[in-house]
């Protein structure tokens, strides 16, 4: 079945403390993308990927960080969370840079105390 | 800066009663603009990709449209399943690449 994985679902953490969200897809998409939902502010992207090695700043790239080494996977890296970064984060792939749909993972709920 | 805006934020509709939601937009240069469906807690999931004025597409009892200036999602006869989040994004840019400007949706409930 084709899909967008995340991991964890749900995380609650502390202020300060390092952790990783990962995502992973199986319809060797080059395009991966990471945003952030939070309520009355819609979807706002964080990082994006074009291809292996190569990523880019979204609309709100602070305080995250991502990599893409394998085609398939592309991790969210959260170096010091704080409370601000408490969202509903998604991540999502596409078959390139053209006007593809995206395809969504199942979300992962942070909160940070 | 891309602008989405979509309308009515929130549509409390009878089962059977057809509306329509309107994603209005501006932008430069568009190069496809999407409406996805949001359950609570999942992630968005594609409906439709339209790419230049007077392009429809339809699906079940969704019907979506465009304009210059706007895009509606019509509703035909809903059932209570189709209640969930409507979101709209454009993705605009003559060249290289562009990211996707999503609109804050529309909150659908359909009451039986």
């Known amino acids: 079945e084709a899909q967008v994985t995340q991991n964890p679902r749900y995380l609650i953490t502390v202020t300060g403390k390092k952790l990783t969200v990962t995502c992973s897809q199986n319809?060797?998409?080059?395009?991966m993308s990471w945003y952030r939902q939070d309520p009355g502010l819609g979807l706002r992207q964080i990082y994006y990927?074009?291809?292996?090695?190569?990523?880019d700043k979204g609309d709100v790239p602070e305080g995250y960080k991502v990599s893409r080494k394998e085609k398939r996977n592309f991790p969210l890296i959260l170096e010091s969370p704080s409370p601000n970064q408490t969202s509903l984060y998604f991540c999502?792939?596409?078959?390139?840079?053209?006007?593809?749909?995206?395809?969504f993972g199942p979300g992962t709920r942070l909160t940070v105390t | 800066e891309d602008q989405v805006t979509q309308s009515p934020e929130a549509l409390r509709l009878q089962e059977g009663e057809s509306s329509s939601l309107n994603c209005s937009y501006t932008?430069?240069?568009?190069?496809?603009l999407f409406w996805y469906r949001q359950d609570p807690g999942k992630g968005p999931e594609f409906l439709f990709t339209?790419?230049?004025a007077g392009e429809e597409k339809e699906k079940e009892r969704l019907k979506a449209t465009l304009t210059k200036k706007e895009s509606f999602l019509h509703i035909t006869a809903p059932k209570p399943e189709d209640s969930a989040t409507y979101l709209c994004?454009?993705?605009?840019?003559?060249?290289?690449?562009?990211?996707?400007?999503f609109g804050k949706g529309t909150m659908l409930l359909v009451s039986p």
């Open positions: 999502a792939s596409s078959l390139g840079r053209g006007a593809y749909e995206q395809y």
């Open positions: 319809m060797n998409h080059e395009y």
């Open positions: 990927s074009m291809n292996v090695e190569v990523t």
């Open positions: 932008v430069s240069g568009l190069r496809g």
């Open positions: 339209l790419y230049s």
């Open positions: 994004a454009v993705q605009a840019g003559s060249s290289g690449y562009s990211t996707l400007t």
